[in-house]
């Protein structure tokens, strides 16, 4: 069965540390990737997408996610977290089911 | 355009009430998801619609939950009867068409907190 798995449930860094929030899929065939962000008292947006070609897609905020196919990730990175980027980030999968899948999200709290 | 519109943002009611949470798309979008929210199983989905038709309801957990979307503006989530384990956030989203609801951007609404005691 497809699934999208987040294994870093609360992830807690100072400011200026760096980041990266681990995303595994299983799919078969063609995937499509995303990472959206729900900011304390927002709606969940998203942050950068995945279809094809470039592996390394870079969103906004300064994050970016690299699709490593052989490891079946689509981590998420920033080289320097503030603390505005204190959110709920959340992978999700989408392929021939035509439905996106969600991972269970990542809590990242940056202290200042 | 104000985004996705749900309502009320928060519900508290008794178990074997019965429940409707209303969602209204942005204007233009074919697709309408309904998420559900909790710690255990994070972010679900229930159901979608295309140009107001059901097409997917496998996430739909019981016979207690129904959709409805009636017209391409309004969509209602119905619980009835209620129980505590239905207690959640639920979201409502909606998707243009231009390749797929698996490759378009979904845009969500601020949710609704349902307490069910």
């Known amino acids: 069965a497809q699934s999208v798995s987040q294994h870093n449930h609360h992830v807690i860094l100072s400011e200026a540390a760096s980041l990266e929030l681990g995303c595994n899929y299983s799919y078969g065939g063609t995937v499509n990737l995303f990472w959206y962000v729900q900011y304390p008292g927002q709606h969940l947006q998203l942050l950068l997408k995945y279809f094809s070609g470039d592996p390394l897609v870079k969103g906004i905020k300064g994050f970016e996610a690299e699709f490593i196919k052989s490891k079946f990730s689509f981590n998420l990175r920033k080289p320097s977290v503030q603390w505005s980027d204190t959110a709920e980030y959340f992978c999700?999968?989408?392929?021939?089911?035509?439905?996106?899948?969600f991972g269970t999200g990542t809590l990242l709290a940056v202290q200042p | 355009d104000a985004g996705v519109i749900q309502s009320p943002r928060h519900e508290v009611t008794e178990m074997g009430q019965e429940v409707t949470l209303r969602c209204k798309p942005i204007?233009?979008?074919?697709?309408l998801f309904w998420y559900r929210q909790t710690m255990m199983r994070g972010l679900e989905l229930l159901i979608y619609?295309?140009?107001?038709?059901?097409?997917?309801d496998s996430g739909m957990p019981e016979d207690r939950f129904s959709a409805k979307m009636p017209n391409a503006s309004f969509s209602t989530l119905k619980i009835q009867p209620s129980e505590p384990r239905d207690s959640a956030v639920y979201f409502c989203a909606s998707s243009p068409w231009t390749q797929g609801p698996s490759t378009d951007t979904q845009y969500f609404g601020p949710g609704t907190r349902l307490t069910v005691l």
């Open positions: 999700a999968g989408g392929g021939a089911t035509n439905k996106l899948i």
């Open positions: 619609f295309n140009n107001n038709v059901p097409i997917d």
């Open positions: 204007s233009g979008h074919d697709y």
